[in-house]
């Protein structure tokens, strides 16, 4: 398969133009959602979705994107070949295939479950006129319940049988980039752990 998986629609099209588009067909409810949810919270959209950049957030985005890579190279370790889980691709396909993974959807899936739900959700848990938890206990809520929406996301399409990758892998990043988020107030950690995390999952592929 491409990424994740061409849809039919576009089988007429070229390889990589299928899988583009396939791309943007998977991520544009996500960024609908991400800027209607900035929209409903008032301020500019930036401000809104926690869109800023610090060099505290490139430093613990890589540190976080290396321990989870770590925990699930040791517990699930990265086999096969990088041709392996995109199928029978051509070069423009492939490189189509890796740009998505590595960059567009981790880029889009933060704005959407870390900038826009849980940084909601813990705002709706702690509303000045009437907070419903403690700071600390609406940051572990949303964290929570967005990781779990995130984790689902990417464990149903493999249907069946879930392997322990397809949940451990999600599950780190969800809890990593959710708590960069909730500590910074900002969602560029989450994003650079997110892309650094793929990318590497990417590049082991090649060893």
């Known amino acids: 398969m491409a990424w994740p998986g061409v849809l039919p629609g ?3 099209l070229p390889a990589w133009a299928a899988t583009a588009l396939d791309a943007v067909v998977v991520l544009a409810p ?3 959602g991400a800027l209607v949810a900035a929209r ?5 959209v930036a401000r809104a979705l926690g869109i800023r950049v610090t060099l505290i957030d490139l430093v613990l985005g890589v540190l976080v994107a290396l321990v989870a890579r770590a925990v699930v190279e040791i517990v699930t ?3 096969g070949s990088l041709l392996s889980p995109f199928g029978d691709t051509d070069a423009d396909q492939l490189a189509v295939s890796i740009v998505a993974v590595v960059l567009f959807a981790p880029i889009v899936e933060e704005l959407f479950f870390r900038g826009a739900v849980q940084r909601a959700l813990q705002a709706l848990l702690t509303r000045p006129a009437r907070p419903l938890l403690p700071s600390r206990a609406a940051a572990a809520v949303a964290i929570g319940v967005t990781t779990i929406a995130f984790v689902g996301l990417h464990a149903v399409p493999d249907g069946g049988a879930v392997p322990l990758g397809a949940v451990l892998a ?13 500590a910074t107030g900002r969602i560029a950690a989450g994003v650079v752990a997110h892309v650094l995390f793929n990318a590497a999952g990417i590049a082991l592929l090649l060893v």
């Open 77 to 79: 370790p990265t086999r």
């Open 170 to 182: 999600p599950l780190l990043v969800g809890v990593g980039a959710g708590v960069l988020t909730a």
């Open 30 to 32: 996500l960024v609908a």
């Open 10 to 12: 576009f089988a007429a």
């Open 40 to 44: 409903a919270a008032g301020p500019a």
